[in-house]
């Protein structure tokens, strides 16, 4: 059962009430490997869900263009100042809808149309907002992209400087969706300095590694860092800007009055929950143990003959490359996912296939350390994951994967379900 439980709800609209319902068991009974994905605690669930939803307040604390804000205020405050001890930042902004938003919100601070952007390439690990063609990020902005060494899987950073040299951006943006590796902040910030640009540093994968001391903080590097909230940091859908005092302003104008409207509030009281919880010694031992099963799963993937990016992961992210496995992606993902194993399709570097059915499928352990899995489940996820691709047209195998994996769950308790 759903975990507050829904009463209300069930009354009200039993229709929508059995969906949520079927989505917390769906949630409970499957190894949740999507790398950006994670369960929140009860705690952040019941402030998601509070009456701070009825309430506007554009502006930032003690400057609100609604008045009422007597509580609202102190819940920003609370959140800004969490965010900021949690990473010995100089400021944050809390404001942000989530990562798009936020990444619009440094071109909207230090570029103007048609201004030069450099980010890493999406099929190569970056994400959209990083100048990717699609996107209104690569329309409306002048963007050259990098990408990895072809021999490691690794950023090319000679390309970095190079392309920065050449180009000279404004804005550089390090970080990704996809990148199993360590980012060298310090190198970036050595070439955006160079190049007189302002390095952004997207953590929202890692931002809950880097809280928790499992990854290297970008903060005295980058002076401007964005991140969602809700991948391994553990919290509510939404995201964060933590800026360096200098840039603190125009951030501020950019993400309200520039972009966005009224902040959500209840969001931002679940925000500060999270990071409540990460600042408990707790946090750091769950970082690091996500780090572990990432590792963990890495080599036993590799023991069953499966091809990763960069030949294994220092975070929480594996990117596998299917290709030598005679399947794409795309049917292993639907595969995987109907044995009760839940990833996303990814492209690889250089992936000769499309987007929409790319070469590799993309895995994380953040949510499964939630449940409290160790390294010594690591080997038995990776053979089912074996088993699942292998027997990728055979349903009943499938679903009798399914049913050992919901066994294995069972036993471990997930915040949200009761
Ligand atoms: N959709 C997120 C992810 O899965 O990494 C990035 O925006």
């Known amino acids: 059962m759903h975990e507050p439980a829904i009463p209300s709800l069930t009354g009200a609209d039993p229709e929508v009430a059995r969906l949520v319902?079927?989505?917390?068991?769906?949630?409970?009974?499957?190894?949740?490997?999507?790398?950006?994905?994670?369960y929140v605690s009860t705690a952040v669930l019941e402030a998601t869900g509070s009456v701070l939803t009825n309430k506007y307040s554009e502006g930032y604390a003690g400057r609100r263009y609604y008045e009422g804000q007597q509580?609202?205020?102190?819940?920003?405050?609370?959140?800004v100042a969490r965010a900021k001890a949690l990473f010995g930042a100089d400021?944050?902004?809390?404001?942000?809808?989530?990562?798009?938003?936020?990444?619009?919100?440094?071109?909207?601070a230090f570029l103007d149309p048609g201004d030069t952007v450099m980010g890493m390439a999406l099929p190569a690990g970056g994400h959209?907002?990083?100048?990717?063609?699609?996107?209104?990020?690569?329309?409306?902005?002048r963007s050259v992209q990098y990408g990895v060494r072809k021999d490691t899987g690794v950023v090319d950073l000679d390309e970095v400087r190079d392309l920065a040299r050449a180009e000279h951006p404004k804005v550089i943006f390090c970080?990704?969706?996809?990148?199993?590796?360590?980012?060298?902040?310090?190198?970036?910030?050595?070439?955006?300095d160079e190049v007189g640009a302002v390095l952004a540093a997207d953590i929202a994968h890692i931002a809950g590694l880097v809280a928790g001391g499992a990854h290297p903080s970008p903060v005295g590097h980058a002076q401007v860092i964005t991140t969602t909230t809700h991948k391994t940091l553990r919290g509510p859908r939404g995201a964060m800007i933590l800026t360096d005092a200098a840039h603190a302003k125009p951030i501020d104008k950019a993400v309200f009055p520039g972009l966005q409207g009224g902040p959500h509030n209840h969001t931002t009281a679940a925000i500060a929950v999270a990071l409540g919880e990460a600042l408990e010694p707790s946090f750091g031992l769950y970082a690091h143990a996500i780090v572990q099963n990432a590792r963990a799963l890495a080599v036993a993937l590799l023991d069953r003959g499966f091809d990763l990016v960069s030949g294994g992961t220092d975070n929480h992210l594996v990117l596998v490359d299917l290709t030598g496995k005679g399947i794409a992606g795309k049917p292993a993902?639907?595969?995987?996912?109907?044995?009760?194993?839940?990833?996303?399709y990814n492209t690889v570097p250089f992936d000769p296939r499309k987007p929409f059915d790319p070469s590799g499928v993309r895995l994380g352990t953040a949510a499964i350390t939630t449940r409290g899995l160790t390294a010594d489940h690591m080997p038995k996820i990776a053979e089912w994951i074996d088993r699942a691709v292998r027997v990728a047209d055979d349903g009943p195998e499938?679903?009798?994967?399914?049913?050992?994996?919901?066994?294995?769950?069972?036993?471990?308790?997930m915040p949200g379900w009761a």
């Open 21 to 38: 319902q079927a989505e917390a068991r769906r949630q409970f009974e499957k190894v949740r490997l999507i790398a950006s994905e994670n």
């Open 71 to 79: 509580v609202v205020d102190p819940v920003e405050e609370l959140a």
């Open 91 to 108: 400021h944050a902004n809390v404001q942000p809808y989530s990562g798009s938003p936020a990444n619009l919100a440094v071109y909207m």
């Open 128 to 141: 959209l907002t990083h100048g990717w063609g699609v996107s209104a990020t690569g329309k409306w902005f």
């Open 175 to 192: 970080g990704g969706t996809a990148i199993p590796r360590t980012i060298d902040f310090p190198a970036f910030a050595e070439i955006a």
């Open 333 to 344: 993902a639907k595969a995987l996912d109907r044995a009760g194993i839940e990833a996303n």
């Open 398 to 413: 499938l679903d009798r994967i399914a049913a050992e994996v919901a066994d294995l769950m069972a036993g471990y308790p």
